[in-house]
């Protein structure tokens, strides 16, 4: 098994299809992050807000229809619905691997949104006061003073959230995107042997999550060293 997977792999470089589908693996957790992250701000801050007439409750309504949507709803039934129907409905024809980064990012920024709101919620109220106090207005204060506290404290959950996305790309096969798992299938059903290049698969995510929860262990050590000087 272990010399058909070798010979697939190296001899008649299987590899780079293997490195093809890790490059969009990669983009597509990262873009989908940085949309997610974007989006779900805006989200969360738009939620927090005061309500000060009908347009903004209305604003707030459907901002808890998108959550409720997005987070009650399978990653696959998204993916399939907006690809096969959304998309092509709206008339957009996109790359695959932007579309699949757009459907992600739309995802993610659900559950960042909530995840947002909480950091923003973690923060001292009189941080605001205090930013409202110098003159700031209240998307300054709030772009300026409570988010970048916020996001210190919410930087494990959006770590586990970045995990969760890599993961969750396992799924791209259904609308034809060559991703880390498709790469890993294919070598697979080209050589009748499924054991190894699967085991190869579980090892390659593995070591993807392992170094991603090492960074966001780093990154939380220097944000936690710089609060303290």
């Known amino acids: 098994m272990w010399n058909t997977f070798v010979e697939k792999f190296i001899e008649q470089e299987g590899y780079k299809l293997t490195l093809t589908g890790l490059t969009n693996t990669a983009l597509i957790a990262v873009f989908g992050l940085l949309i997610g992250f974007l989006l779900g701000s805006i989200i969360a801050v738009v939620k927090l807000v005061p309500a000060k007439n009908v347009l903004f409750n209305i604003l707030k309504k459907l901002c808890d229809g998108y959550?409720?949507?997005?987070?009650?709803?399978?990653?696959?039934?998204?993916?399939?619905?907006?690809?096969?129907?959304?998309?092509?409905?709206?008339?957009?024809?996109?790359?695959?691997?932007?579309?699949?980064?757009?459907?992600?990012?739309?995802?993610?920024?659900?559950?960042?949104?909530?995840?947002?709101?909480?950091?923003?919620?973690?923060?001292?109220?009189?941080?605001?006061?205090?930013?409202?106090?110098?003159?700031?207005?209240?998307?300054?204060?709030m772009i300026k003073i409570i988010i970048p506290q916020a996001f210190k404290n919410i930087l494990p959950t959006l770590g586990n959230e970045f995990i969760s996305l890599i993961k969750e790309t396992s799924v791209l096969s259904?609308?034809?995107?060559?991703?880390?798992?498709?790469?890993?299938?294919?070598?697979?059903?080209?050589?009748?042997?499924?054991f190894i290049p699967y085991i190869m698969l579980a090892v390659t995510y593995f070591v993807i999550v392992y170094i991603i929860s090492l960074l966001v262990k780093f990154m939380e050590r220097r944000l936690n060293t710089d609060a303290k000087k």
């Open 67 to 141: 959550v409720a949507i997005f987070r009650g709803t399978p990653i696959v039934v998204q993916l399939l619905l907006l690809h096969f129907a959304v998309f092509p409905a709206l008339g957009l024809l996109l790359e695959d691997v932007v579309e699949a980064s757009l459907i992600f990012g739309l995802n993610s920024a659900a559950y960042i949104s909530e995840i947002m709101r909480g950091g923003i919620n973690s923060v001292d109220k009189g941080q605001m006061e205090a930013g409202r106090s110098l003159g700031f207005g209240y998307t300054t204060t």
């Open 174 to 194: 259904l609308i034809a995107v060559t991703d880390l798992t498709k790469s890993f299938k294919a070598i697979a059903e080209s050589t009748y042997e499924y």
